[in-house]
């Protein structure tokens, strides 16, 4: 990762068809068009891709987060629970639905604790928002299970693990829907963009419609469509749908480098004892864009963070100190500061987000380090960084 280190030709293409017909949006302009609609290629792509019936393609994983809240019906004063690592959208989607997020733990995979989200249940739960972190996979059979059990919706926001599989069936396909993001930093890149998918027709309208002012998309004139409910706007461009488009048709390409680049680091970190490796469910599932491990202990975590940049290892993150996926500096959320009144603040009682307390969580992200895979990285590049990170181990003891 991230999909832009493999710009090229094909991406090119498909943005010069687009630019050839004159039509960057992706309703209408049918004959001006020349029967190019890359939104709708991608959709159908994407869903052969990951075995589900039905795609919407969006304007970000931020907004598809909140086209599936919608669709599933989640509003005003529903509880939600959803995890403290996780990248800031998924939590900022949960708010501005009128929702109220509830913390639950985090396990060794890195991804919600099913025994935790057991736990965090209460009579106004409506959904947990399982978040499928750095490339790899929560307990999702265990967590679909609950939910099933429970009676409450299921979303997967799988943004960060575009490929990756759960005994052969893709991310985002266990919940009611499931969310992805395409931005820059992802596997596959649209430039910005975002996707949910679902195997139910009801809730795949009922988005496709939300994410575009309550359009029904009936008939071929767009000025008499109906709207049977309120939208917003959350469309994608035919631009950046058609960058996406060349992406997607890479990602085995981009999963076989990622994979192969990871096996050689793993089998290296192996070999030194005060390093142990996350916790993955499914290991030929794992996209493979990171490589999460554990120390000892936060102190070792910290020096080794540091040890390996001096020595040139670049992008590897320490998130117990990262302001956007990790709830312990998430100030603004703790404080519920917006530019205008949240819905949250009619809530009685108001949570107090500054008291919650997940020492299970800090303990484990106190001591990750999440080493980026890159695609472009060459043999001697892997050869450098594994010398280095050698170096570092070797001195840690």
């Known amino acids: 990762m991230p999909g832009f280190e493999k710009f090229d030709d094909a991406e090119r293409k498909e943005v010069q068809e687009v630019l050839e017909t004159g039509v960057l949006f992706r309703y209408g302009f049918d004959a001006a068009r020349q029967g190019r609609w890359k939104a709708l290629e991608f959709e159908k792509a994407f869903s052969e891709r990951l075995g589900v019936r039905h795609c919407h393609l969006c304007a970000s994983g931020t907004a598809a987060l909140s086209i599936a809240l919608a669709a599933c019906g989640i509003g005003a004063g529903d509880e939600v629970i959803v995890p403290p690592f996780t990248f800031v959208a998924t939590v900022e989607a949960v708010l501005f639905a009128g929702a109220v997020p509830v913390f639950a733990e985090i396990d060794e995979t890195l991804c919600l604790d ?5 736990k ?28 099933r059990k429970r009676g409450v919706t299921l979303i997967e926001d799988a943004c960060q693990s575009v490929g990756a599989t759960f005994q052969g069936k893709a991310l985002g396909t266990f919940g009611r829907m499931g969310c992805f993001s395409f931005d820059p930093v992802k596997t596959i890149t649209c430039g910005e963009g975002g996707a949910v998918v679902t195997d139910d027709e009801t809730l795949y309208r009922v988005a496709a419609g939300f994410a575009d002012h309550g359009h029904d998309h009936e008939g071929t004139d767009r000025g008499r469509e109906g709207h049977p409910f309120l939208g917003t706007n959350f469309r994608i461009s035919e631009l950046n749908a058609a960058v996406g488009l060349a992406q997607l048709k890479k990602l085995d ?3 076989a480098i990622q994979r192969a680049h990871k096996e050689k680091l793993v089998e290296r970190l192996r070999s030194f004892p005060n390093v142990t ?3 993955i469910p499914d290991e030929a599932g794992d996209s493979a864009t990171f490589l999460s491990f554990f120390l000892p202990d936060e102190a070792a975590a910290r020096k080794t963070t540091a040890a390996l940049a001096e020595k040139g290892v670049d992008g590897c993150f320490y998130w117990y100190d990262n302001n956007w996926h990790y709830l ?3 100030d603004h959320i703790k404080s519920l500061k917006a530019p205008a009144r949240l819905p949250i603040m009619l809530v009685e009682p108001r949570p107090d987000y500054h ?5 299970r969580s800090d303990a484990i992200m106190g001591r990750t380090i999440s080493m980026q895979i890159k695609l472009s990285w060459t043999d001697a590049d892997l050869e450098n960084r594994l010398d280095a990170m050698a170096r570092v181990f070797d001195e840690m003891g």
């Open 253 to 255: 390409t981009f999963l």
């Open 355 to 359: 008291s919650v307390h997940l020492p």
């Open 277 to 279: 490796l996350r916790q």
């Open 114 to 118: 099913p025994g935790a989200v057991e």
């Open 120 to 147: 965090a249940f209460t009579e106004r739960t409506r959904a947990v928002v399982v978040v499928h972190m750095c490339g790899s996979m929560a307990k999702i059979d265990a967590l679909s299970a609950l939910c």
């Open 328 to 330: 312990r500096q998430w």
